[in-house]
């Protein structure tokens, strides 16, 4: 089993900043891609950034230039650094790591979210 434990959350006005941090840990042989989705009332889950093991990055539209994903391997933890923030992003924030576990089996973990509020 593997758990997924965020951080970095909370209440910000709107232009400021948050950097939210995701940890992996348990049976876990490697991580593959691991990656940050956003979820506001009333709408889908979304995917906000996501960063494979090889390198390269993903991100939706609306954050493309204000957010920042990366990741340290050797702590299985992901970052999302968040500056310029808007109304807009306010949402909870889940985090996501595809798992290669030590028994062989591939799973998605998804984290328990964490909840950024963007407002003056």
């Known amino acids: 089993q593997v758990q997924l434990v965020e951080s970095g959350g909370g209440l910000v006005q709107p232009g400021g900043s948050l950097n939210l941090s995701c940890a992996a840990s348990g049976s876990i042989f490697s991580i593959n891609a691991m990656g940050w989705f956003r979820q506001a009332p009333g709408e889908q889950r979304e995917l906000v950034a996501n960063i494979p093991s090889g390198g390269g990055t993903n991100y939706a539209d609306s954050v493309k230039g204000r957010f920042t994903i990366s990741r340290d391997n050797a702590k299985n933890t992901v970052y999302l650094q968040m500056n310029s923030l808007r109304p807009a992003d306010t949402a909870v924030y889940y985090c996501?790591?595809?798992?290669?576990?030590?028994?062989?089996?591939?799973?998605?973990?998804w984290g328990q979210g964490t909840q950024v509020t963007v407002s003056s």
């Open positions: 996501n790591a595809h798992v290669i576990q030590k028994n062989g089996a591939w799973v998605y973990y």
